[in-house]
């Protein structure tokens, strides 16, 4: 079974910029979430999906970063315009809906630098 | 105060030792608590999940002091292999929920 796949793995761009992150989840898992890890900082939750619904959009820094998860399958992060504290590792994490079994399997993550 | 404090290391601690790491949630209300492994430029993946009678897998122990907000992690015979940054992970909630991580604790073993 394919894992939790993330596109691009590696973004530069500059300030002012848009950059658009993707997320493949796990086939079958309803739940997908997105999280951050800024340099030297703890990661930190941004949003999670309940196939397209947002349940929780709590973590997203402002109103530069849109997500989307259109016909509840993959999901898209788009950061505009991108600004420096932008950089860092977004990380994308899926589970099942099952009560018993809501282990969150996280992607590689892709790691944007603003320049 | 962060949510989850741990102490960052780095830890060198020689091949076969035993190493204990520690975890404080500020949250009473927190309800599932985990540890993930994180090895360098990868991503976090689930060691063991934390119950508050206390569980083991293999070489590795967990456990839940839920009154003092408390969370340990104990590695014995400690390998090459377990070389990570091990996280302390809070879940408020049973369930699917958003997780809240601590900022990891540095594990290096030495041959």
């Known amino acids: 079974e394919a894992g939790v796949t993330q596109f691009p793995s590696h973004s530069v761009i500059e300030k002012g910029q848009t950059v658009t992150l993707r997320c493949d989840p796990i086939?079958?898992?309803?739940?997908l979430y997105w999280y951050r890890r800024v340099m030297g900082k703890e990661i930190k939750f941004l949003l999670h999906?309940?196939?397209?619904?947002?349940?929780?959009e709590s973590g997203m820094p402002n109103n530069r970063f849109l997500a989307e998860r259109t016909g509840g399958t993959y999901s898209t992060l788009k950061v505009q315009p991108a600004e420096l504290e932008d950089s860092g590792v977004y990380f994308c994490?899926?589970?099942?809906?099952?009560?018993?079994?809501?282990?969150?399997?996280f992607g590689p993550g892709t790691r944007l630098t603003v320049t | 105060r962060k949510e989850v404090e741990q102490d960052p290391g780095p830890f060198n601690v020689p091949e076969g030792a035993t190493v204990a790491f520690n975890c404080t949630y500020s949250?009473?209300?927190?309800?599932?608590f985990f540890w993930y492994r994180q090895d360098c430029r990868k991503e976090p993946k689930l060691l063991m999940s934390?119950?508050?009678s206390g569980n083991e897998d293999g070489r590795f122990t967990a456990q839940l002091n839920r009154a003092s907000q408390y969370i340990s992690l104990l590695i014995r015979d400690s390998k090459l292999s377990d070389s990570a940054t091990y996280l302390c992970?809070?879940?408020?909630?049973?369930?699917?929920?958003?997780?809240?991580f601590g900022t990891g604790t540095r594990l290096t073993i030495i041959p």
């Open positions: 994490a899926s589970s099942q809906s099952r009560a018993d079994s809501y282990e969150q399997y």
């Open positions: 086939s079958g898992h309803d739940n």
């Open positions: 999906f309940v196939k397209e619904s947002k349940q929780d």
């Open positions: 949250n009473s209300a927190s309800q599932s």
């Open positions: 934390v119950y508050s």
């Open positions: 992970v809070v879940n408020h909630y049973f369930g699917n929920e958003k997780l809240t």
